[in-house]
T-cell receptor, first 114, second 112 residues
Framework: AQSVTQPDIHITVSEGASLELRCNYS??????LFWYVQSPGQGLQLLLK??????LVQGIKGFEAEFKRSQSSFNLRKPSVHWSDAAEYFC????????????FGKGTRLHILP | EAGVTQFPSHSVIEKGQTVTLRCDPI?????LYWYRRVMGKEIKFLLH????????ESGMPNNRFLAERTGGTYSTLKVQPAELEDSGVYFC??????????FGPGTRLTVT
């Protein structure tokens, strides 16, 4: 069965520090992978996506993610976080041919220390 | 271009009452999806419309939930009667055929 695991429920980093949010997936074929962010009071915003090609993808707000097939991972990174990055981050997989649903991880809430 | 909009942003109702959530997709998007996030759990798929037809409703939790998309434009999701466990955030998304789904801001439903 398709699934997405985000092992960290909460992460706290200091402003200006680097960030890595972990994501592992289980999927039968080559997945479409996404990272979404939900800021307080806001909807889900797409940060970046991987469909094919270069395994290092750049997104908005200075985020990037690397697809590693051998590790079934799609970790999100940012070299220097800003206080405005405090939000909840969701890794997701899908959709695929014949199955249009997106499957989400449980989310990682990011806290930023001043 | 306007994004996906949802109404209301927040609804508080008592157990046993009825609530109707509305979603307006991006203009021209034939695909419309409903998802929900119950507190502490992951965001889960409810159903998928292609125009006015239900393509996949495998995620609908039970027959207290009724989704419609008359005319293939906006969609409504009715919960009748609401139960405590229905509390959560209900998201709507829309897409064209390129598979990228654009999400709305969500409706936070609280059943007391």
């Amino acid at each position: 069965a398709q699934s997405v695991t985000q092992p960290d429920i909460h992460i706290t980093v200091s402003e200006g520090a680097s960030l890595e949010l972990r994501c592992n997936y289980s999927y039968g074929a080559t997945p479409y992978l996404f990272w979404y962010v939900q800021s307080p009071g806001q909807g889900l915003q797409l940060l970046l996506k991987y469909f094919s090609g270069d395994t290092l993808v750049q997104g908005i707000k200075g985020f990037e993610a690397e697809f590693k097939r051998s590790q079934s991972s799609f970790n999100l990174r940012k070299p220097s976080v800003h206080w405005s990055d405090a939000a909840e981050y969701f890794c997701a997989v899908g959709p695929s041919l014949g199955d249009d649903k997106i499957i989400f991880g449980k989310g990682t809430r990011l806290h930023i220390l001043p | 271009e306007a994004g996906v909009t949802q109404f209301p942003s927040h609804s508080v109702i008592e157990k046993g009452q009825t609530v109707t959530l509305r979603c307006d997709p991006i203009s021209g998007h034939d695909n419309l999806y409903w998802y929900r996030r119950v507190m502490g759990k992951e965001i889960k798929f409810l159903l998928h419309f292609v125009k006015e037809s239900k393509q996949d409703e495998s995620g609908m939790p039970n027959n207290r939930f009724l989704a419609e998309r008359t005319g293939g434009t906006y969609s409504t999701l009715k919960v009748q009667p609401a139960e405590l466990e229905d509390s959560g955030v209900y998201f709507c998304a829309s897409s064209q055929e390129n598979r990228e789904q654009y999400f709305g801001p969500g409706t936070r439903l609280t059943v007391t």
